[in-house]
C-alpha cells in the first residue's frame, strides 16, 4: 500500500477568503497547503473593479503569516453594468485572473450579479477575444425550478446558449454536482470548457444533510445531490481529464449564522481539504491522478505555470479539529469535524 504521496504544490482553483478578521482567522489553512488560490469576490460591497481587486488582493496580502508562499489570483464579480474596458485593462495589468457570473439571486451576496445574458455581452466578447475565463455558478434562479434541478435547468436554458454564442470563451463552470455537468464537461473536445469539483460533493449525497435531523453544516450551494450524481462527479474527477480540477468552495460562516432558522450556504473545507480530495482517490484507486487534478490541469486550463516545489501526505490517522475559532469569540464548524481522516498533510 501507497504509504506517502508528494505532488507539486496544488493550486485551489475556487476559494472564499472574506475579508477583515475571517480572512485573517481562515487564510493560514489554505496558505499551508496551496501555492495559489482563485479568491472569490462576493464580498460585501461585492469587487467589481480593478481598483477594489487591486486593494483587497493586498489586504490578503497582508493578512498572510509571515513567511508563507501564497498567491491570490483575484476575479471580477460580474454585474450588468460593468464595463467591458475595466475587465480588459485589469487583465492586462494582471489584476483580475478571471470574471466570476453569479446569476443575480443565486447564492450568497449575489444580489448585485447578472439578471441577463444580453446585458454583459459586450463584456463577454472582450474576455473572449483577450483569452480570460468566465468562471459559473451555474443555478438557474427561476424560483418555480426545484432546487435539486437547478444546475441542470441552468446548463439546459443558460450554458449552452452561451457557450454557442461565445464559441472561443473559456468557460469553467464551478463547484458542479451533477452527472449532467460532468457529462457536458467530459464530451467537450475543444479545451476551453472545464470544471471545479468540491470535496464535498464528491464525499457526501443530500441524505447528509437529513441524517437523524437537519444538518445545516453540509448546507451549500448547489445544494449536495442523489448518490447517482455523487458516483458521476467521482468518475469526472478520477477520469484522468484535463478538464476537472480542484476547487474546494470553502465557504466560513461563523457557526450560529449556519445554526439559524435562516441558515447561510457554505461550506468551510479549507484546514483539511487536500486531505479529504485524496481520501477520495485512494478509495477510487486513483492515487496516480491526484496530481494532475490538484496540480496541473488548473494550471494549464488558465495559461498559468506550474509551481514549483512539492507537498507530501502520508497515510497517518488523524482526527479533524471539532472548531476553528475566530477572534470575536465566534467559531466556525468546519468539513468534517471532530470526524478521522486517513491523509495527513506533513
Ligand atoms: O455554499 C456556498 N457558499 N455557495 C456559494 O455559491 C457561495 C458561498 C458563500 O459565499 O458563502
Ligand atoms: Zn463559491
Known amino acids: 500500500m501507497t504509504q506517502s504521496l508528494t505532488l507539486p504544490r496544488p493550486d485551489d482553483w475556487h476559494?472564499?477568503?472574506?475579508?477583515?478578521d475571517t480572512l485573517r482567522a481562515v487564510l493560514p489553512h489554505t496558505a499551508r497547503q496551496f501555492a495559489r488560490a482563485i479568491v472569490m469576490p462576493n464580498l460585501k460591497p461585492p469587487v467589481t473593479t480593478v481598483d477594489a481587486a487591486h486593494a483587497y488582493r493586498e489586504r490578503i496580502l497582508a493578512a498572510l503569516p509571515p513567511g508563507a508562499r501564497f498567491v491570490p489570483l483575484m476575479a471580477c464579480y460580474l454585474c450588468d453594468a460593468t464595463p467591458p474596458d475595466e475587465v480588459r485593462r485589469g487583465f492586462s495589468e494582471?489584476?483580475?485572473?478571471?470574471v466570476k457570473l453569479y446569476p443575480a439571486g443565486a447564492t450568497t451576496h449575489s444580489e448585485y450579479g447578472v439578471t441577463?445574458?444580453?446585458k454583459v455581452a459586450g463584456v463577454l466578447e472582450t474576455m473572449q477575444e483577450i483569452?480570460?475565463?468566465?468562471?459559473?455558478?451555474?443555478?438557474?434562479?427561476?424560483?418555480?425550478?426545484?432546487?435539486?434541478?437547478?444546475?441542470a435547468t441552468f446548463i439546459e436554458q443558460t450554458l449552452k446558449p452561451l457557450l454557442a454564442r461565445f464559441p472561443r470563451l473559456k468557460v469553467v463552470l464551478e463547484h458542479i454536482t451533477t452527472e449532467?455537468?460532468?457529462d457536458l464537461v467530459s464530451r467537450d473536445s475543444s479545451g476551453r470548457l472545464a470544471a471545479t469539483i468540491t470535496p464535498q460533493h464528491l464525499?457526501?449525497?443530500?441524505?447528509?444533510?437529513?441524517?437523524?435531523g437537519i444538518r445545516p453544516h453540509f448546507y451549500c450551494l448547489p445544494v449536495l445531490k442523489r448518490e447517482r450524481h455523487r458516483l458521476a462527479l467521482r468518475r469526472a474527477a478520477t477520469s484522468g481529464s484535463p478538464a476537472f480540477f480542484l476547487g474546494t468552495d470553502s465557504a466560513p460562516h461563523d457557526r450560529t449564522a449556519k445554526e439559524a432558522a435562516c441558515g447561510c450556504a457554505g461550506i468551510f473545507s479549507a484546514p483539511n481539504a487536500l486531505e479529504a480530495y485524496l481520501t477520495v482517490f485512494d478509495e477510487e484507486g486513483a492515487?496516480?491522478?491526484?496530481?494532475?487534478?490538484?496540480?496541473e490541469n488548473g494550471s494549464r486550463f488558465y495559461g498559468l505555470p506550474l509551481n514549483e516545489g512539492t507537498v507530501t501526505l502520508r497515510r497517518e490517522r488523524h482526527r479533524v479539529a471539532e472548531s476553528i475559532p475566530l477572534p470575536d469569540g465566534k467559531a466556525i464548524h468546519p468539513f468534517l469535524a471532530g470526524e478521522e481522516l486517513g491523509w495527513k498533510l506533513a
Open 131 to 151: 483569452g480570460m475565463p468566465l468562471l459559473i455558478h451555474g443555478e438557474s434562479t427561476d424560483p418555480a425550478v426545484d432546487v435539486f434541478d437547478r444546475e
Open 116 to 118: 441577463a445574458l444580453d
Open 180 to 182: 449532467q455537468a460532468a
Open 287 to 295: 492515487l496516480d491522478r491526484f496530481a494532475a487534478f490538484a496540480s
Open 15 to 20: 476559494l472564499h477568503l472574506r475579508d477583515g
Open 94 to 98: 494582471g489584476v483580475f485572473t478571471a
Open 203 to 212: 464525499m457526501f449525497n443530500r441524505n447528509a444533510m437529513f441524517t437523524g
